[in-house]
């Protein structure tokens, strides 16, 4: 069937009044964890969800099922470049044909409030602006190629502590100018096929609730003010009402098949709490859903016919694309960086995140990668084979040790290697049971139905003499025995909260030290677990066990790191965060690097001063020694194809033109808003409109780098500025009608390379008139240009930012006044400047 031919609304309409109340209700609420249900009478067929937005997870009907892993959003924000942005998104949209994915849970255009936020890395940008123009980009590649995109977290969901109780309290020109913004731009640009309605809540001086239940930002600002017509999705297990969410505008309860909605909806309409038409509509919007993606009558739709069955070169050189362009270098004294990989002999690389690079932030964001390149190996492959590469970790930065190895574990019952898990119904029968040959017994969807407690049962030898450490990570209810000994329990009662606090796959840890002397110990461990029932998602038990054996302590390794530095040609010290850090489901407490990284680094500096530091982490960490560092890259958390890139940057292969899209602070003291931790169920959001460069400019604070700062391999100078409207007033028709301004931005690569420049636009508002941002980004322009050669840069900056929302007519406003347009490298190195002014 062709396009044309598919049911129009009013059609949809027709077909949906046919349906009977019990089966219009059946379709709001998800058949499964990632399905949407069908609906023969509608021509309505399954759709189809999975995460984002770090690649395509995919529905893990197979848990042996990998797939592309991208660098983490706030890497491609960092390459201030939608063209990009626009090819991942048709990347990740072959992604989801190829896995049966309808819709991909992406973007997410919440800010980067804090630091903290444990979701930093799935973020773009502290910017309203840039994060909206990569989202907007991202939508228009996945939908062009006929994958749903759905804009998260609807709105203000910009930490994880409390998150499903959290009310964030917002002025409403707050929530309109710097909250709301990213959401509505991407809505008019990119016209995304969804929305997810967040776990926390909203209050915004009208009205307080949780976003599923929001009628006045759901209803009247999402889809009466800015005309959306899809479904709102909730967020997984957000939904706790039945009336106040159904009439508050939310459209579809996720997971299902349970959940507030069900016979309890069909109750409260019969009841007249909820009007029938309210159904209608909620129906009708999945259905449009299902047309765009072709789940309407098995249509046609954009989609490629043909999809690669694998992932192959070309889509891996696009990851590799992405983390080479995001990368920033923020130092590079005496042009240490690029080296030319000719002139060495030996390189050093150094670092806790060099032997175990964080590829990817935590949470529904995971995906499990198809193949991985670690820094070591892309490093060796890129080197000349003379050059010597010596590995060195330089200390531990992990309080987690590693799974146990299977060679340690023995099955008592049979006397062979493994971890029996022997199963009990809810009368104490043993119904089933397995063995494990790994030290990660998380069994997610693997517990059957009748099951109630899952018992571990292994044997640990540890042979070598010393000290070792052996952790047990448990959830929920449990209990934990050492050689007959209780060690441990647990008696959490908590559901579904253990998954959305992530401490199912990040359980507490339990500590036993054994010492080992001249003989060999073993030691029976037995762990008894509850399962926990989660409602909509599956019913889970979780335990790992892990094991340091005797080693060196971190400052031996350190000095023996140190050491290798010293003779190299150079070292590369590869230092970050990693899978304890930065995850869904909790903030840091902290922005300090994890661990003892900051003594390697000083020691490495000292030792050698050809070294070049290189941090893999999404988001910022105070580096204390960055004025002594010559060099100095931000990496990321860059994905599957990490090494390739880093080698790439380090020999000079491509460019690293990233920008850094959030502003890195020099110290703790100074971050404007060190914590999201709710007082008495609320954030709040007391700095207003100043957010992230914003109020490092209204403090005159310097930061250890600023927005938008990144070097590049080249020079460039700034010629000219020029507008050639110079009156915004007659642009600038009220509201978000008017479609700006342009700047001509004339510029030349006065370096010895060809580079690319992002040319950065900031606008002063008149400071004499309502409380505004000193400065915001008002626009920028990636341009590429040759050696000595000279560019033009078109930057387009958009009416609205001109605005405020004014809540007495509640409406856009532009204050009458004079405008400077500053034009830069970065939000503090400005050089060229243009006024304009706005008449009354
Ligand atoms: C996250 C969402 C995600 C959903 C489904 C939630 O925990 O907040 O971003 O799409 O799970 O995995």
């Not at 971190?554 to 230092?575: F, K, Q």
């Not at 100074?670 to 100043?690: M, Q, S, T, W």
């Not at 008002?778 to 930012?801: Q, S």
Request: with cysteine; aromatic share 6%.
């Amino acid at each position: 069937m062709s396009r044309a031919a598919l049911p129009d609304d009013a059609e949809l309409a027709c077909r949906i009044k046919g349906l009977d109340l019990e089966s219009k209700v059946r379709l709001l609420t998800g058949a499964s964890l990632w399905r949407l249900p069908a609906e023969p009478r509608l021509g309505l067929a399954a759709v189809t969800v999975s995460d984002g937005p770090q690649g395509v997870r995919g529905t893990l009907d197979d848990p042996d099922e990998t797939g592309l892993l991208a660098p983490a959003p706030s890497a491609l924000a960092a390459a201030w470049d939608a063209d990009l942005a626009e090819r991942l998104g048709e990347l990740f949209a072959v992604e989801a044909l190829r896995k049966g994915v309808d819709v991909v849970l992406a973007p997410a255009v919440n800010l980067q409030r804090t630091p903290v936020a444990g979701r930093h890395f799935e973020y773009f940008s502290e910017d309203p602006l840039l994060t909206a123009r990569v989202a907007a980009a991202m939508v228009r590649g996945l939908q062009g190629r006929g994958v749903g995109a759905c804009l998260k977290h609807f709105v203000a969901n910009d930490s994880e502590t409390d998150r499903t109780r959290y009310r964030a309290r917002l002025d409403e020109r707050t929530l309109r100018e710097v909250y709301l913004a990213p959401f509505e731009q991407v809505l008019a640009e990119a016209g995304p096929w969804s929305v997810m309605a967040a776990y926390s809540g909203v209050d915004d001086g009208t009205r307080s609730a949780p976003m599923t239940e929001h009628a006045r930002l759901l209803r009247e600002v999402l889809k009466q003010e800015w005309g959306f017509a899809g479904p709102v999705v909730s967020d997984w297990s957000a939904t706790a009402s039945t009336v106040a969410s159904a009439l508050g505008g939310l459209d579809l309860v996720m997971p299902g098949p349970h959940g507030p909605w069900g016979e309890a909806l069909v109750a409260a309409v019969r009841s007249g709490e909820v009007p029938e038409q309210l159904v209608d509509d909620k129906v009708l919007r999945l259905a449009r859903l299902a047309r765009h993606t072709g789940r309407l009558e098995e249509a046609e739709t954009l989609r490629p016919s043909a999809v690669p069955p694998v992932p192959g070169p070309e889509e891996f050189g696009l990851l590799r694309e992405v983390a080479t362009r995001g990368a920033v270098v923020l130092r590079n004294e005496r042009d240490l960086l690029p080296l030319s990989p000719q002139t060495l002999t030996s390189v050093a690389l150094i670092g806790p995140n060099a032997v175990a690079p964080y590829l990817q932030g935590g949470g529904s964001a995971f995906v499990p990668a198809v193949r991985t390149v670690p820094f070591t190996e892309g490093l060796r492959a890129a080197l000349p084979e003379q050059v010597r590469l010596n590995v060195h970790r330089g200390g531990d930065s992990r309080r987690r040790a590693p799974y146990v190895s299977l060679d340690l574990l023995t099955d008592p019952d049979t006397g062979e290697s493994g971890l029996r898990a022997d199963f009990f119904d809810s009368d104490g029968n043993l119904i089933g049971g397995e063995v494990r040959r790994d030290g990660d017994w998380s069994a997610y969807g693997a517990v059957t139905p009748a099951t109630r407690r899952v018992v571990l049962r292994t044997v640990v030898t540890l042979n070598e003499p010393g000290t070792h450490r052996l952790q047990v990570g448990c959830v929920g209810r449990f209990r934990v025995t050492a050689d007959g000994d209780d060690v441990w329990s647990g008696d959490d009662d908590r559901g579904v909260e253990l998954v959305l606090d992530s401490s199912h796959h990040h359980p507490p840890l339990k500590d036993i030290d054994v010492h080992v002397g001249d003989e060999p110990r073993r030691v029976a461990l037995v762990v008894d677990l509850t399962v926990v029932e989660t409602g909509g998602h599956n019913r889970f038990v979780t335990a790992q066990l892990r094991h340091a054996p005797p080693g060196p302590t971190p400052y031996e390794e350190i000095a023996e790191a140190v050491a290798a530095a010293a003779i190299a040609d150079v070292a590369v010290v590869v230092v970050g965060t990693n899978e304890e850090v930065e995850s869904e489901g909790w903030d840091r407490t902290g922005i300090d690097l994890p661990g003892h990284q900051n003594d390697l680094v000083r020691q490495v500096l000292a030792a050698n001063p050809r070294t070049i530091v290189v941090v893999n982490a999404g988001a910022p960490v105070l580096l204390p020694w960055a004025d002594e560092a010559p060099a100095l890259l931000w990496a990321w958390l860059p994905g599957q194809e990490a090494g390739h890139a880093l080698a790439d940057v380090l020999l000079g292969r491509a460019e690293p033109s990233g920008r850094l899209p959030w502003t890195l602070p020099a110290r703790a003291e100074d971050v404007p808003v060190p914590d999201a931790r709710p007082r008495d169920g609320i954030v709040d959001y007391a700095e207003g409109v100043h957010v992230g460069h914003r109020s490092w400019d209204r403090a005159g604070l310097e930061p250890a780098f600023p927005f938008g700062h990144g070097l590049g391999w080249t020079h460039w100078s700034y010629e000219s500025v020029a507008l050639p409207e110079p009156s915004v007033s007659a642009t600038l028709p009220s509201p978000a009608g008017g479609d700006g301004l342009k700047l001509i931005v004339e510029l030349t690569n006065t370096g010895p390379r060809a580079g690319r420049e992002v040319v950065q636009v900031y606008l002063e508002p008149p400071q004499d008139g309502p409380d505004r941002p000193v400065r915001l980004l008002a626009g920028f322009a990636t341009v590429h240009a040759e050696a000595g050669t000279r560019v033009t840069a078109e930057v387009h900056v958009p009416a609205r930012i001109f605005q405020i929302w004014d809540t007495a007519t509640q409406d856009w406003h532009t204050p009458p006044g004079r405008y400077r347009l500053l034009v830069g490298r970065s939000s503090r190195d400005l050089r060229l400047a243009v006024d304009t002014t706005t008449g009354p």
